[in-house]
DNA sequence: TCAAAAGTGTTCAGCCTACACCCATGA
DNA sequence: TCATGGGTGTAGGCTGAACACTTTTGA
């Protein structure tokens, strides 16, 4: 092949990019997912997503996805995989890019996104999803369950003060197993990377609840010297 | 936009996939890089690489790619992540999929890899490659250190017969620090996933190491059993 | 006063780490 | 016989898991 044709010999292809996006509410995980606007499969439950445009990175497309469809930017989002079997897309041959993404709810808009058709779902009632995208959420959250085990990205879940009762339901929820309470707590205190404030939440208890606050800069430090966060 | 239009109207992208391409041999981990054929950049080193067909998976592009290079079918092969920026690729706008694979290199093809003017370089001597590819070389050298911990693709890297000085060695490698004889000795052992074979390996000391083969059906059926590898 | 969730310490077992000497054999 | 790498066991420290009662306070 000469050189002047390398590139514009090979084939060109669709590609897209499809968000799992996770949620934290109620105790339980949840999805959001939409509505599909478009043939084939017109109306059928689909996660979110959009093609990447000339001239746009991917990441760059995803952050856009998210935005455009629930209002919400500088959230947690970091690619899962490619998915590019030939016919994974029943309506064209589509290559698409997965991204996860957590995402406070209490922060986001939730006009906008039900404006866009979409909706949050408790993670034990996700219906059947289009194409491959039932396998692009389990993907995710197995994703999730390792990242989560040893990075500290279960607080992008949480409100910016939570109480360690919280906390520790979140991992519950993620691990699907219950955590015990005083090991819970002594492990998650003694990595010092929270941040005790004088409030306390009383919703849940009579007695109330001390509110915590995660200090990335004290995590940021104690990582620089091998510290490694662990549940 | 209407529905005919939802496919019809979305951008075009070139689509690639390069190969991070690992071997074991001679006690240090190798990298099979080339020197690129077409401007721009031509000469320069760069990973392994070619464009995503018309109605070809990404998987299958692959592994195409890799036995076009390479003559070897059959090994052990992942996606690491796809490289989307825009700018990526200086001759035009090209996504890259990255995949990782695990090589034995004395099973490979060498007279081949030679025709296409790829080499094995040691990893500590690897030098500048095009684009973002020392990038992707970092990355999946990282997560084959993640992947190695807790999976048993140690073995995709060595011999079908192999000493437990050796295997040792390999880690060594992979991890960059010295792992105690008998510790990595009694780890591995008790796992109970190797099978001792009566030969033994000479080529490094008078009194021979033990050869040992891995058993993928035992560590199968031990990791239906909740068993997990770990090293 | 009582119900309901928050908060608190200790013990035990298992695992990881550190560490030094004998063995087998070809040269 | 000797140099070289292969092979072996134990003791101490640390970490993870199990486990039950007291505290607070609004209803």
Same mark, same amino acid.
């Given at each position: 092949?000469?050189h002047?044709?390398?590139?514009a010999? @090979? ?6 990019v499809d968000?799992?996006i996770?949620? !934290?509410?109620?105790?339980?995980l949840?999805?959001?997912i939409?509505?599909?606007?478009v043939d084939?499969? /017109?109306? #059928? &439950? ?7 445009? *000339?001239? =746009?990175?991917?990441?760059?497309? @995803?952050i +856009?996805?998210?935005?455009?469809t629930t ?10 995989r ?9 309506? #064209? +041959?589509?290559?698409s890019l ?5 995402? +406070? ?5 939730r006009?906008? @996104?039900?404006?866009?058709g @979409?909706? &949050? ?6 219906p059947g999803?289009?194409?491959d995208?039932?396998?692009m959420?389990? /993907? ?9 085990? !040893?990075?500290? $990205?279960?607080? /992008?879940?949480? %409100? =910016?003060?939570f109480?360690? %009762? ?5 991992y ?9 309470? +005083?090991n819970?707590?002594k492990? $998650?205190? #003694?990595?010092?990377i929270? /941040?005790?404030?004088? *409030?306390k939440?009383k919703?849940?208890?009579?007695k109330?609840?001390?509110?915590y606050?995660?200090d990335?800069?004290?995590y ?6 091998? !510290?490694v966060?662990?549940?």
């Amino acid at each position: 092949m000469s050189h002047g044709s390398f590139y514009a010999n @090979a084939p060109r292809h669709l590609v897209a990019v499809d968000c799992i996006i996770f949620g !934290f509410e109620d105790g339980k995980l949840k999805l959001l997912i939409i509505q599909r606007k478009v043939d084939p499969l /017109e109306g #059928a &439950w689909s996660l979110v997503g959009g093609f990447v445009q *000339e001239d =746009e990175s991917t990441d760059h497309a @995803a952050i +856009r996805v998210l935005r455009q469809t629930t209002g919400i930017r500088d959230i947690y989002m970091e690619q899962l995989r490619t998915y590019g079997d030939a016919n994974r897309d029943t309506g #064209a +041959r589509v290559i698409s890019l997965a991204y996860y993404a957590l995402i +406070r709810i209490s922060e986001h808009d939730r006009m906008l @996104a039900q404006e866009h058709g @979409a909706h &949050w779902l408790n993670l034990h009632q996700i219906p059947g999803l289009i194409f491959d995208h039932n396998t692009m959420l389990n /993907e995710a959250l197995e994703r999730l369950r390792d990242k989560a085990k !040893f990075h500290p $990205i279960g607080f /992008e879940l949480l %409100p =910016e003060k939570f109480s360690l %009762p919280q906390l520790r339901n979140l991992y519950e929820e993620i691990y699907q197993r219950p955590l015990d309470k +005083r090991n819970f707590r002594k492990k $998650i205190l #003694a990595m010092d990377i929270l /941040e005790k404030l004088d *409030e306390k939440d009383k919703s849940t208890s009579k007695k109330g609840a001390h509110l915590y606050r995660f200090d990335r800069k004290k995590y940021d430090a104690l990582t620089q010297h091998g !510290f490694v966060f662990e549940i």
